[in-house]
């Protein structure tokens, strides 16, 4: 079973900037892909920014720029820098993770998010 736990979140006002981090742990042989999701009230789960073991990093429209995504395998960590936040950067950002686990099964974890809230 592979855990996935999200860290870094708060308030903050517009213009400013936060730094979120996620750790994959447990039963892992290798995590190919880390992604940022994010859900805002009463909108649908979109993704942020994405990014493989090989480091090749791909971003939202909205956010390129602006965020920047980066991994430590050896750590199983993902982070995602956020410059210049605008109020409607404000929702839950989720991490998901997803490999071949210890067993050699695939699989697909997410975390439970943390808050980002920009203030105008």
């Known amino acids: 079973q592979v855990q996935v736990v999200e860290s870094g979140g708060g308030s903050v006002q517009a213009g400013g900037s936060l730094r979120l981090s996620c750790v994959a742990s447990g039963s892992i042989f290798s995590i190919s892909a880390m992604d940022w999701y994010r859900q805002a009230p009463g909108k649908q789960r979109e993704l942020v920014a994405a990014i493989t073991a090989g480091g090749r990093a791909n971003y939202a429209d909205f956010v390129k720029g602006r965020f920047t995504i980066s991994r430590d395998n050896a750590k199983n960590t993902v982070y995602l820098q956020m410059n210049s936040l605008k109020p409607e950067a404000t929702a839950v950002y989720y991490c998901?993770?997803?490999?071949?686990?210890?067993?050699?099964?695939?699989?697909?974890?997410w975390g439970q998010g943390t808050q980002v809230t920009v203030s105008a």
């Open positions: 998901n993770a997803y490999g071949v686990s210890g067993l050699r099964s695939s699989f697909s974890s």
